[in-house]
């Protein structure tokens, strides 16, 4: 199966009456494998059998709700994705064609009518309200959506499947955009022109929506913001925040500058920060998180899941390696500086950056952060180095310490000379 249409209707046994023969011309043209899932309360019994004369499938909503509706669609639904749209004529059948069209350029296609070439008929004072709310949510989700509450979308299905959502009501259009673009996958908007429904009365009241939207948005805004949100590392450069875009920048400056004209380089922990489109060609990035590489692939450097307890990489196979912002997130173990080590070439660079832990600058900074912010940042550092530290790990291992920045004396990034002959050759080397 193909593809799942599911339709939430309550009340919409007049639409549908028009709707779905519509809909039916239009897939009968696409020449592939569907269903048509028609969603309603088991007290609607003429948009039941309205929907079965349409040869739709019927099903009885499980849980209340408009979330609670599409929920019952996606444990339904038999194809390789899904589809969901309105009873109401307001969704154009003629749409589905260029949404299917489009499903190989994102994971999510929405259909949406405040990107250039939408269009939304409405009454002013709910237009209104509805591109400030939409506005407000995205602004202050940082999600790169224009329209939030178009429930006229497609999507992969095994992504609605394995993920756990939590809204029943009209957040659940915010909810899924969310936790899907934070796992690093890809949301397109393409345009569409809403027009007014047919018969009976929206369901979807601005004012209700926006409440619906107000009840679940901190919820939501933790997960956009935690360190696990797939764009967490890339988005801090453009950051509302000046002290942390600063930061960042700086960051970037330090590292791109140390790094130098040294070939390609292994981004090891990379995460999905800028760094890794700056890096020259030849490039890998790694990291243990595949929400963060799917991300990553923005920079167009082939990426690849790992821990850096055990790279998958030759020994010697980098003239450059990079670890910046890593070693504090793990555990003290000497096999992680091993692994930098075995992969690196003989007399390549190594460059490692870490808060300096043995400097009165970054123990106070963590302090006002864990108070300002507290479950931020700080509680990931789960192991604390200082300069004198990192200098006995390398050195003992043969290394050169090359050059070295700071920022505010507070986070370190070091670049380390490896030695001629390669004493890591072979210790537990991975092809």
């Known amino acids: 199966m193909e593809l799942s249409i599911i339709i939430p209707a309550k009340d919409e046994a007049g639409n549908l009456a028009r709707l779905l023969p519509e809909l039916a011309a239009v897939l009968a043209d696409l020449s592939i494998e569907y269903e048509i899932l028609v969603v309603s309360n088991a007290e609607d019994v003429n948009t039941r059998v309205d929907a079965s004369d349409s040869r739709a499938r019927t099903l009885k909503q499980a849980e209340p709700g408009y979330g609670g509706a599409l929920l019952t669609g996606f444990a339904a639904a038999r ?47 709910r237009l209104m309200l509805s591109q400030i709310l939409n506005r407000f949510f995205a602004l202050g989700l940082s999600l790169p959506v224009r329209d939030l509450s178009s429930g006229f979308r497609l999507y992969r299905a095994d992504l609605i499947r394995t993920s756990p959502f939590g809204a029943r009501d009209f957040d659940l259009l915010q909810e899924m955009l969310v936790r899907l673009y934070c796992d690093g996958w890809r949301i397109r908007e393409i345009p569409f022109d809403y027009r007014p429904r047919k ?166 900074i963590e302090w006002l952060y864990a108070r300002l912010a507290p479950g931020g940042y700080a509680d990931e550092h789960i192991t604390h180095y200082s300069r004198v530290e990192l200098l006995a790990e390398f050195m003992r291992r043969g290394f050169v310490l090359e050059a070295e920045r700071s920022i505010v004396r507070a986070e370190l990034t070091l670049a380390f000379r490896k030695g001629r002959s390669d004493s890591f050759a072979g210790r537990g080397s991975h092809v």
């Open 79 to 125: 194809g390789s994705f899904i589809l969901t749209m309105d009873a109401d004529l307001s969704h154009r059948p003629s749409v589905v064609r260029d949404l299917w069209e489009q499903r190989a350029t994102a994971e999510v296609i929405v259909a949406s009518r405040y990107v250039s070439g939408g269009s939304a008929e409405m009454p002013i004072l």
């Open 199 to 364: 018969d009976g009365r929206s369901k979807a009241r601005v004012v209700k929506f926006g409440i619906a939207y107000l009840r679940t948005f901190w919820t939501l805004w933790r997960i956009r913001n935690s360190i696990l949100s797939a764009d967490y590392d890339d988005r801090a450069y453009d950051s509302v925040l000046w002290p942390q875009r600063w930061w960042q920048r700086s960051r970037l400056a330090d590292v791109t500058a140390l790094i130098g004209s040294n070939g390609p380089v292994l981004d090891v922990g990379s995460g999905s920060s800028r760094i890794i489109g700056t890096l020259p060609p030849g490039s890998v990035a790694v990291d243990i998180l595949l929400r963060k590489l799917r991300y990553a692939r923005r920079f167009s450097r082939p990426v690849v899941q790992a821990t850096v307890f055990a790279l998958p990489f030759q020994d010697g196979s980098f003239p450059c390696v990079l670890c910046s912002q890593v070693i504090e997130h793990v555990a003290r173990e000497p096999q992680l500086f091993d692994e930098l080590a075995r992969v690196l070439a003989p007399e390549g660079l190594l460059v490692v950056g870490t808060p300096d832990y043995g400097s009165w600058q970054w123990p106070m």
